[in-house]
């Protein structure tokens, strides 16, 4: 059953909830949105609604964390990033064990348009020492993520969907801080020629072109899930990338600088097509932005072929 990575959070902090008494949540007036509600209704002594002012809500959540608490700080995620300073100075350079929780990332929430989108967070949050930078894939390492944050104290940023998400992880699945996860749907990284790398949102379809120029375009192609985006899963990465990859496709919700794109491109020599977002976001629905921005399946696949021509060409 296909479900939002931020519905999926909700129900997972208020199943936490119950095993640590130290765990709070904070909320800057997007309870119902952000799915923090669940937690609040059930915890209302430590659940605490800062209104529209994420600035304080991270400060408040710093100090909280350096007194023993295990806050999970939650908006839409360009509200959090507009407060970039607060993040920098009160969770990052003191070390605070903070979790900024950002939904409704990337193109896909729809209507809302550019001014609620989330596109530069993770080039943003990924430059900080020491922060962990997390985005679900689904239901299946949605709870494991956020069992993960609340028990190991690190400030990290849990990047979210608003849209649902189909579940195409393995239910035999276990999260790894250091590790990405390989889809058994598409061929094995030794029997490939190209690899394909995506977070987030586009995770189904990504899957889904990979099958394609594997079955339909004999291109054999690997698809793995990157929900570790930092610290980078190095050692993981390297085992994926063989000696048969000619080129990496990367696929995400967000600008194609800064993010997944260009944190694979700083890591290999080989030849990196980013597939993400070049421009500002627009309203529209969710599924004609998904279409705009060419973050659909055959738009990829289409993409895809272009890339691995001029792999080919260039080896002539």
């Known amino acids: ?29 997007l309870a119902k949105s952000t799915k923090s509600e669940l937690f609040g209704n059930t915890f209302p002594d430590r659940f605490f609604e800062c209104g529209i002012a ?28 507009g407060r970039f300073e607060q993040i920098r100075m009160s969770v990052s350079y003191n070390q605070a064990p903070v979790v900024l929780v950002g939904t409704h990332a990337g193109v896909t929430i729809g209507e809302d348009g550019h001014s609620q989108m989330a596109l530069e967070d993770i080039g943003l949050m990924r430059n900080l020492p020491d922060m962990h930078v997390l985005q679900p894939t689904d239901a299946i390492d949605t709870p494991q993520i956020v069992s993960y944050l609340v028990e190991h104290r690190v400030p990290a940023y849990l ?11 393995p239910d035999t699945y276990t999260f790894s801080l250091s590790e990405g996860a390989l889809l058994p749907q598409t061929p094995p990284p030794a029997e490939a020629q190209l690899l394909m790398l995506v977070s ?12 394609h ?10 698809c793995a899930v990157m929900n570790t985006l930092w610290p980078l899963p190095q050692t993981w990465l390297d085992s994926v ?4 990859i000619q080129g990496i496709i990367t696929v995400e919700d967000h600008y194609t600088t800064g993010g997944l794109g260009s944190i694979i491109a ?27 921005y060419g973050l659909d399946t055959q738009s990829i696949i289409e993409k895809s072929l272009a890339f691995h021509k001029g792999l080919n060409l260039s080896q002539l």
């Open 200 to 211: 987030g949102g586009p995770a189904e379809a990504a899957m889904l072109a990979a099958q």
């Open 241 to 244: 990338i063989t000696s048969n």
């Open 1 to 29: 059953m296909k479900a939002a990575t931020r519905e999926t959070f909700g129900k997972t902090l208020l199943e936490l909830g119950h095993a640590h008494s130290d765990i709070v949540v904070l909320d800057a007036d």
């Open 266 to 292: 700083e890591h290999t020599s080989l030849p990196v097509q980013k597939i993400g977002i070049e421009t500002y976001g627009q309203s529209g629905t969710e599924s004609e932005l998904i279409h705009h």
């Open 159 to 169: 990047r979210l969907t608003r849209q649902k998400m189909a579940p195409i992880l």
């Open 213 to 222: 120029l594997s079955a339909d375009a004999s291109i054999p192609t690997t």
């Open 54 to 81: 994420e600035g304080n809500m991270i400060g408040i959540a710093a100090g909280l964390a350096l007194a023993g608490k295990r806050p999970f700080a939650c908006s839409f995620g360009c509200f959090l990033i």
